[in-house]
């Protein structure tokens, strides 16, 4: 059995409110901004989180430095064999986490993660009933998370209209913004938010605001208000097209890079060099097609100037 509708019309706090009140069991699918998210309720009760964004409570520890991507490549080792063995437990037997503090740090960045999607004012959501518990859940189900629907809901109004604020300011992720050099400085002398200063550090123009966000040692939300902020009294730029060579030249994950050049590009769309770097890249994780799609646009764009030997 399932239902599903819009959350223009039926909030998301309603449909948590409503598989509380009638302790469902099921998976709840929700579409928003171009996202795909799950929560996994059990009796009513919200117990796991995954999406399509790269949630990971691995890459979590090691962007916040808990633990090292040596000792994570080492601990999935080890998970992959240990099929009835947690992540948590796994590190635990390398004295590298407590178990205690493991399954604090997942429920939390899952808590911190719901309260965010409790603010979605547009999108789709569906419910399936029938406990799922494939890979993406088996840590957070192995820890016994489970979150009353009102609590959750709760502390969800009271950041509501923070995450619009902040959505508004930030309206993808994948750009990359400067603290110009001349006012770094100042900016540091003048704030003393200490998560508006670590933010003002990392925003060199070398970094998306995803990787912002990850490295500040922080909350999620936390992080992102500071960011908004300083987004919306203009003391930082986003970068355009002349940084190429240099976002070129990062050390960030190819499908980043290629995140961050498309982003770049809605507002440059006849930037060449973008389009080559994004038609290299492509090629590069052999995605053939959107590779070919590149080039295409960058032959039209020379022979929308009737440059036949560009093209």
Not at 84 to 94: C, F, Q, T, V
Not at 183 to 203: G, S
Not at 279 to 302: G, I, M, P, V, Y
Request: charged share 30%; proline share 4%.
């Amino acid at each position: 059995m399932s239902f599903q509708g819009d959350i223009s019309s039926f909030s998301l706090g309603d449909v948590f409110q409503n598989l509380a009140a009638n302790q469902k069991t099921g998976s709840l699918r929700i579409q928003s901004g171009g996202s795909e998210r799950f929560v996994l309720f059990r009796d009513g009760k919200a117990v796991s989180y995954s999406d399509d964004q790269g949630f990971s409570i691995t890459e979590w520890l090691v962007e916040k430095e808990i633990i090292t991507p040596e000792q994570l490549e080492e601990a999935q080792r080890r998970y992959k064999k240990a099929k009835k063995k947690s992540l948590g437990e796994i590190l635990r037997d390398m004295e590298i986490l407590k178990l205690e503090d493991y399954t604090s740090y997942l429920s939390t960045l899952i808590q911190e993660t719901l309260y965010e999607i409790l603010s979605f004012r547009e999108g789709t959501f569906e419910f399936l009933e029938g406990l799922e518990e494939d890979l993406p859940h088996r840590e957070p189900i192995a820890a016994g998370i489970a979150f009353q629907a009102q609590s959750l809901l709760m502390e969800a109004a009271r950041r509501s209209d923070d995450w619009e604020n902040i959505r508004r300011s930030i309206p993808s992720e994948n750009e990359i913004y400067l603290v110009p050099p001349m006012n770094r400085e100042r900016l540091l002398t003048e704030t003393e938010d200490e998560v508006t200063k670590e933010a003002i550090h990392l925003m060199d123009g070398s970094r998306t605001l995803r990787k912002v966000i990850a490295q500040l040692p922080y909350s999620r939300f936390d992080a992102c208000r500071a960011i908004a902020l300083l987004i919306a009294e203009k003391k930082v730029r986003p970068l355009d097209g002349s940084v190429l060579p240099q976002v070129a030249r990062g050390k960030e994950d190819p499908k980043q890079v290629i995140a961050c050049l498309k982003t770049i590009l809605e507002r440059e769309p006849n930037n060449r060099p973008i389009l080559e770097k994004l038609a290299e890249l492509h090629a590069q994780l052999d995605q053939r097609d959107e590779s070919a799609t590149c080039w295409k646009l960058l032959a039209n764009s020379f022979l929308d100037e009737g440059d036949l030997v560009g093209a």
